[in-house]
C-alpha cells in the first residue's frame, strides 16, 4: 500500500473507526441499566409530532419492526412495541428521531423503502470493498485491488456525509424539542442528547459497523443452528 492509499484508508475507515469508538463510549457512559423515565416513546413520539403540527398522525405500536414499513397507511407513524412502550434513553431518542422523520417526509413509507434500498446497496459496497482490499493486502501480486476497494470505502462514506447534515438537523431540533418541553430532568435530558447525537453520527460508522453486523449475525445464526 503506497502512501496515498494508506491517507486514504486513514481518511475512509480510520474516521469510521473513530466514530464506532465514540458510539461505544457514549452508550457505555449514558446507557445506564435499569435507568427508566417517567414518559414513554409514544408520549416522545406524539409531543414531536405535536410540535410540528401534525396533530392528525396517529403513533401506532407494531409487534415487528418491519410491519411499520409493510404497512400502507401513510398517515399514521408505526413504531415497534419496544419503542413504543419504552421508558429507556435509547427508545426516547429512537422515538423521537422516527416522529421528527414523519414530520419532515409526507410519505415515511416511500422514504423508508428507499433508505433501506440505499442500506442495502451500501453494505453490498462495503463487503466489496472490504473483499478486494484485503485480497490485494494479502495475495500477492493482487495489489491493484486495493485500489478499487478504497474507491468502495470513499463512495459509501461520502454518501455518509451528504446525509450527515439531515442527521445532525434531525438531532439538533429533537433535543432542543425535549428540552423545551421539560419532559425530562436535566440528566436526563443529557443523557439524551449525547445519545442523539450518537445516533446521528452512527452512518459514518458504516464501513467498521456493517462487516461486523454481517459477521455477528452469520456467527450468530450458526450458533442457534439457523
Not at 500500500?1 to 465514540?22: A, C, D, E, K, R
Not at 435499569?34 to 405500536?61: C, N, Q
Not at 414523519?102 to 434500498?117: A, E
Not at 451500501?122 to 482490499?133: D, N, Y
Request: proline fraction near 4%; charged fraction near 20%.
Amino acid at each position: 500500500m503506497n502512501p496515498l492509499q494508506g491517507l486514504l484508508f486513514l481518511l475512509t475507515v480510520g474516521i469510521s473507526f473513530i466514530v464506532v469508538l465514540y458510539g461505544a463510549w457514549v452508550k457505555m457512559k449514558y446507557c445506564r441499566p435499569g435507568f427508566l423515565t417517567a414518559i414513554t416513546g409514544s408520549e416522545v413520539a406524539r409531543m414531536v409530532l405535536d410540535k410540528m403540527g401534525m396533530f392528525h398522525v396517529s403513533v401506532t405500536p407494531v409487534e415487528c419492526p418491519d410491519e411499520a414499513v409493510s404497512s400502507s397507511a401513510s398517515e399514521g407513524l408505526f413504531i415497534s412495541r419496544k419503542i413504543y412502550d419504552g421508558r429507556d434513553i435509547p427508545s426516547l431518542v429512537r422515538a423521537a428521531r422516527g416522529a421528527f422523520l414523519k414530520g419532515q417526509l409526507s410519505n415515511l413509507i416511500f422514504w423508508t423503502h428507499l433508505k433501506k434500498k440505499v442500506t442495502f446497496a451500501a453494505q453490498v459496497t462495503v463487503v466489496l470493498g472490504w473483499i478486494c482490499f484485503l485480497a490485494g493486502m494479502l495475495i500477492r501480486n493482487a495489489g491493484f485491488l486495493v485500489t478499487p476497494g478504497l474507491g468502495a470505502f470513499a463512495v459509501v462514506l461520502l454518501l455518509s456525509f451528504y446525509d450527515l447534515s439531515f442527521e445532525l438537523d434531525a438531532e439538533d431540533r429533537t433535543s432542543r424539542l425535549m428540552k423545551e418541553a421539560r419532559c425530562l430532568e436535566p440528566h436526563e435530558w443529557m443523557c439524551f442528547q449525547r445519545l442523539n447525537r450518537a445516533a446521528a453520527l452512527e452512518g459514518l460508522a458504516c464501513l467498521v459497523l456493517m462487516p461486523w453486523n454481517l459477521v455477528s449475525g452469520v456467527l450468530r445464526r450458526n450458533r442457534h443452528g439457523i
